[in-house]
Nanobody, 115 residues
Framework: QVQLVESGGGLVQPEGSLRLSCAAS????????MAWYRQAPGKQRELVAS???????NYAESVKGRFTISRDNAKNTVYLQMNSLKPEDTAVYYC?????????WGQGTLVTVSS
């Protein structure tokens, strides 16, 4: 069984920064893509950023230039550095991993951007 543990969410003022982490543990062989999604109140869950095992990345247009996704394959961990945060970034952020056998979601961490 694979488990994901997320951390780093919280309350931040506009233009502030946060760093989210998501560590995978359990019966993991190889993690291919790792990704962050978010879901704001009353909205559908959306992809924020993804990173392939080799390091290639993909970002939602709304976060390009402000967010950076990275990973540490030795630690089975993915990070999301979020800078210049805006109130519209407020959401529950979920990590997701893709392996050969399955896709696994984290439990979510709340990010609130407010003055």
């Amino acid at each position: 069984q694979v488990q994901l543990v997320e951390s780093g969410g919280g309350l931040v003022q506009p233009e502030g920064s946060l760093r989210l982490s998501c560590a995978a543990s359990g019966s993991i062989f190889v993690i291919n893509t790792m990704a962050w999604y978010r879901q704001a109140p009353g909205k559908q869950r959306e992809l924020v950023a993804s990173i392939a095992r080799g390091g290639s990345t993909n970002y939602a247009e709304s976060v390009k230039g402000r967010f950076t996704i990275s990973r540490d394959n030795a630690k089975n961990t993915v990070y999301l550095q979020m800078n210049s945060l805006k109130p519209e970034d407020t959401a529950v952020y979920y990590c997701k991993i893709f392996t050969v056998a399955r896709e696994v979601w984290g439990q979510g961490t709340l990010v609130t951007v407010s003055s």
